[in-house]
């Protein structure tokens, strides 16, 4: 999933520059949005907010038009999980201009991580091409929805999936975050020749791939592999030798940031 942020100050166009963009990225695939906005969605004593106040972390309501759904979370993560777990593949999101999102800025309205600046004439086109350059967002359910749209899978009988995270706890150790480093160009081509050579096995459907780079909290997570088989037998052969070729053949460099200290390590995990 491409996630962009279009910024600006009030009342400069950002939700026509939004209509525009979604209008044309519908050229290439799914859209979601997200807005940032002090308006309340849905009034507040009606019977979803009883189902909130009585315990419920999300609530959906179904009209005869369209559904809403409300989670307790309020933060622009929160709202970019819930598109992911919806298997577009683009986000864009109205507003949050302090985030660290990549942002197409309007005028000169000051942002962090500003990519590109335009103003209210910009094409759908242009805004596009923006969107269409930014780094891949990549979660588990992005994997999953991929893997569901083979037209190969048809002859899948299981996905089994591999989540590493960031452990947090180690013998007497307490790790409070990880960075990752790597050749970018030729690590994409050994999880790319992982991925081909796995998939020529027999009754492999699809594997996917991929690594995080840059600082990683711990508890968070670090490498996805989802793999289609049509038996449960070679899903797991070909599960275990993929996160083991990502460790052995990959060129992906590891610094570990401690409650005693920072230091580059050597994966010893068995």
């Known amino acids: 999933m491409k996630v962009i942020s279009i910024v600006g100050y009030k009342k400069t166009g950002k939700t026509t520059l939004v209509e525009r963009l979604v209008t044309e990225l519908k050229k290439h695939g799914t859209v979601g949005t997200v807005k940032h ?3 309340e969605i849905l009034p507040y004593s009606g019977d979803t907010d009883r189902h909130l106040n009585s315990g419920a972390d999300v609530t959906v309501g179904v009209t005869p038009t369209r559904s809403i759904k409300i989670f307790k979370s309020t933060g622009v993560e929160g709202a970019l999980r819930e598109l992911s777990e919806e298997g577009v593949d683009f986000a864009v999101v109205e507003g949050f201009k302090q985030s660290s999102l990549p942002k197409i800025a309007i005028g000169d309205v ?3 991580n500003v990519v590109a600046r335009v103003d209210i004439n910009a094409t759908g ?3 596009a091409a923006i969107a269409l350059a930014q780094p891949d967002r990549v979660t588990l359910s992005d994997l999953l929805a991929k ?3 083979n037209p190969d899978i048809k002859k899948a009988g299981a996905i089994g999936t591999f989540t590493g995270i960031v452990r947090a706890v180690t013998r007497d150790e307490t790790t409070k975050a990880l960075e990752f480093e790597s050749y ?3 690590a994409r081509e050994r999880i790319a020749n992982i991925e081909r050579d796995l998939r020529s096995r027999p009754g492999i459907v699809d594997v996917l ?5 840059g600082r990683i909290a711990a508890g968070e997570d670090i490498v996805y592999i989802v793999v289609a ?3 449960r037998q070679e899903l797991f052969l070909a599960l275990r030798e993929a996160i083991e070729r990502v460790k052995d053949e990959v060129p992906i460099w590891k610094k570990e940031f401690t409650v005693s200290g920072e230091y580059w390590v050597h994966d010893e995990e068995s």
């Open 229 to 231: 088989a049509g038996h």
């Open 147 to 149: 893997v569901h749209r």
């Open 184 to 186: 970018d160009a030729v």
């Open 110 to 112: 000051e942002a962090p």
């Open 209 to 213: 791939i991929h690594h995080k780079t």
């Open 37 to 39: 906005t002090r308006e």
């Open 125 to 127: 086109e242009q805004l």
